[in-house]
């Protein structure tokens, strides 16, 4: 089952966190975002934050009952940032934009900022899909569902089945096609060997991609 995210009302905060009595473990939060934003995920440690904030280890462990907990709630913190990434690319379509221009836009816009945000932040890139102790494999499709840029995914691809580009019948399982595509393509600009590739060349890959992409998809009567 899906629960839709609203992703638009996700913010996000680059303040250097700052211990307020009573706020302790929201302070803890922002010091392990931040911490993974920096180092990523082998960064973020119960005893890192805590000295980030300027408390005892022990105060932290009164919040969280070891890093999987912190990590966690970093983890979390990553994804709302992409989703604010994602959100910031995404714009508006041209006023004169057909629902089906509209459409495309949308999917477009959440693939191209993806990218740019594993780019940008690939602190929190890597945190955001880091494995945790906690993680329920019987149920990652709910907990990718939490997820705000697989939820922005989805309400796109919904979105391309009711303008008819997408053809209902090729509907399920769409999500994992097209985010495999992005995310390794953010991988292989990040880590591979396309990671040396100019600015430009990096844009004209991500577009011929996202073209791929929606090429792909069209399936539906308003694709042909």
């Excluded at 900022?113 to 149920?139: I, M, N, Q, W």
């Excluded at 011929?208 to 009567?221: H, Y």
Aim: proline share 6%; glycine share 8%.
């Amino acid at each position: 089952m899906c629960t839709h995210v609203n992703i638009y009302s996700v913010t996000t905060t680059r303040d250097r966190p700052t211990y307020h009595h009573g706020d302790l473990r929201n302070a803890l939060v922002r010091a392990a975002a931040d911490l993974a934003e920096r180092g990523g995920p082998d960064a973020v440690t119960i005893r890192a934050a805590a000295r980030e904030v300027g408390v005892t280890p022990t105060a932290a462990y009164r919040h969280f009952a070891g890093q999987a907990d912190l990590l966690d709630a970093a983890k979390a913190d990553a994804l709302e940032r992409m989703a604010v990434v994602i959100l910031d690319v995404l714009g508006e379509p041209p006023t004169d934009a057909t629902p089906v221009e509209a459409a495309l836009h949308h999917m477009r816009a959440g693939g191209r900022g993806y990218v740019r945000f594993a780019l940008a932040e690939p602190g929190l890139f890597r945190t955001a899909f880091c494995k945790s102790e906690h993680d329920d494999l019987t149920r990652a499709d709910e907990t990718l569902a939490d997820a705000p840029p697989y939820a922005f995914l989805t309400e796109s691809l919904d979105e391309l089945v009711r303008v008819g580009w997408l053809d209902p019948a090729l509907r399920p399982n769409a999500e994992t096609a097209a985010w495999a595509t992005v995310h390794g393509l953010s991988l292989l600009l990040l880590d591979g060997p396309y990671r040396a590739l100019t600015q430009a060349e990096r844009e004209t890959l991500i577009e011929s991609t996202l073209d791929m992409v929606v090429r792909g998809l069209a399936g539906g009567p308003e694709a042909r």
